[in-house]
């Protein structure tokens, strides 16, 4: 399974960065563009700027640019959440870094968590960090636009992403790490 979301992953990557690399700037065409800051999170809160996540719009769906440093390195789930905030929460009388950002956003109740695909709405490819803590990355989410994701947030975790919910619910990708609001 893991091969096959590797290739996933990398099939998405590739697409991605064909569409990222054809788009003009938004003052020569009626492309929508955004531009988020992103944010280290923790169970104390929202902390420094990371870097910026750049979205968009095009004919194959949302193209995702991320420039974003100070993560660890490795493969990262990277999803789309419910709701608009990075704030803490509590879960079982705990706090939870970025929990306030609800679930993967999944509009149309998908009964499990998948691939950009076939999965939640909010279930996007992964996102590899270098060894430098970098990640400069162009992705693709072909089921999405920037109006489906405003007022959204963005959300990086700790672990990787295996498209499952098996051995671990929604991909295994663990705690939050870093967020950002679609505003």
Same mark, same amino acid.
């Given at each position: ?5 590797? /290739? @996933? ?13 054809? $788009?003009?700037?938004? $003052?020569?065409?009626? $492309? ?33 640019? $991320? ?5 660890? =390195?490795?493969?990262? !789930? ?12 509590? /879960? ?6 970025? @929990? ?6 999944? =509009? ?5 968590? !998948? ?9 996007? =490819? ?44 929604? !991909? ?12």
């Amino acid at each position: 399974m893991l091969s096959s979301a590797f /290739k @996933l992953s990398a099939l998405v990557t590739l697409i991605g960065l064909g569409t990222v690399a054809c $788009t003009t700037t938004p $003052t020569e065409t009626n $492309t929508m563009v955004k531009d988020v800051d992103v944010h280290a999170v923790s169970t104390a809160g929202v902390a420094q700027k990371i870097g910026t996540i750049r979205f968009i719009d095009s004919p194959v769906g949302l193209a995702i640019q $991320t420039n974003l440093t100070q993560l660890p =390195p490795g493969p990262h !789930g990277f999803h789309i959440h419910e709701k608009g905030s990075c704030d803490v929460a509590e /879960k079982e009388g705990k706090p939870v870094a970025a @929990l306030a950002a609800g679930g993967h956003f999944n =509009p149309e109740k998908a009964p499990n968590h !998948g691939t950009p695909l076939n999965g939640h709405m909010g279930d996007l =490819p992964i996102l590899n960090v270098d060894s430098a803590g970098n990640a400069k990355v162009n992705l693709l989410a072909p089921r999405l636009s920037l109006a489906d994701v405003e007022g959204l947030a963005v959300m990086v975790h700790a672990g990787g992403d295996n498209y499952s919910d098996t051995p671990k619910p929604l !991909g295994g990708g663990g705690d939050r790490i870093a967020c950002g609001v679609i505003k």
